[in-house]
């Protein structure tokens, strides 16, 4: 039973536009969220999270917006870039003090020069 | 700022041989997790420790796989008579409680023969 789904195994964006990656959840426990990237041979980097008391949070050209409601989320890199070609991995918490991450099964993006 | 640090880098060993992973998290970080990915999934949580005490584990993680933090420093994880399905990347991470994100190493590849 995946609780966080990232139906999209890749995306292609074109150089200075916008990159949308999605992320579903099914466990209303869950009460923090995070974007981790990977690019081969390396360990997921942190990017960005977000509380559920919040709906939007932004750093540099990455945005992160929640939907509780939904139970959905999304990243957007504005202006994409070449360099942020890679794996993009959401996941989630629950709960006070227990800070065990659940990850969806990532999202290959692709910026074309 | 030396980050997350994993040993071996890849590990290659027969069926049914013991092996061990080691993990040296960011010195200041109270917590540290363990995960295990497979090709084409996220990140899956194995165990986590507060300082040396274990307070989690998954039930991904059988009889075979026993991981220590003996002075709540760095952190062991052994698995036990490996089977094929052992094969996959072996991942640390680690934060200071109450502070997230988790900073994740580069993670030692399983390669069971």
């Known amino acids: 039973d995946q609780q966080v789904k990232q139906n999209s195994p890749s995306l292609s964006v074109q150089e200075g536009r916008i990159s949308i990656l999605n992320c579903d959840y099914t466990?209303?426990?869950?009460?923090?969220f995070l974007w981790y990237k990977k690019y081969p041979a390396e360990g997921p980097t942190f990017l960005i999270s977000?509380?559920?008391?919040?709906d939007k949070n932004e750093d540099g050209r990455f945005t992160v917006f929640l939907n509780k409601s939904a139970k959905h989320l999304s990243l957007h890199i504005v202006p994409s870039q070449p360099g942020d070609s890679a794996v993009y991995f959401c996941?989630?918490?629950?709960?006070?003090?227990?800070?065990?991450?659940?990850f969806g099964s990532g999202t290959r993006l692709q910026v074309q020069p | 700022d030396t980050g997350v640090s994993q040993n071996p880098r890849h590990k290659i060993t027969k069926r049914g041989q013991n092996v061990t992973f080691r993990c040296d998290p960011i010195?200041?970080?109270?917590?540290l997790y363990w995960y295990r990915q497979t090709l084409g999934q996220g990140p899956e949580f194995l165990t986590y420790?507060?300082?040396?005490?274990?307070?989690?584990k998954s039930r991904l993680l059988s009889d075979r796989f026993s991981a220590e933090r003996p002075k709540g420093s760095f952190s062991t994880l052994e698995i036990q008579r490996t089977e094929q399905g052992d094969s996959a990347m072996y991942l640390c991470?680690?934060?200071?409680?109450?502070?997230?994100?988790?900073?994740f190493g580069d993670g030692t590849r399983l390669s069971i023969l």
């Open positions: 991470a680690s934060s200071f409680a109450g502070r997230e994100p988790q900073h």
């Open positions: 466990n209303s426990m869950f009460d923090y």
């Open positions: 977000i509380s559920s008391i919040k």
């Open positions: 996941a989630a918490s629950e709960g006070t003090g227990r800070r065990a991450l659940t």
């Open positions: 010195s200041e970080h109270n917590r």
């Open positions: 420790f507060q300082n040396e005490a274990q307070l989690e």
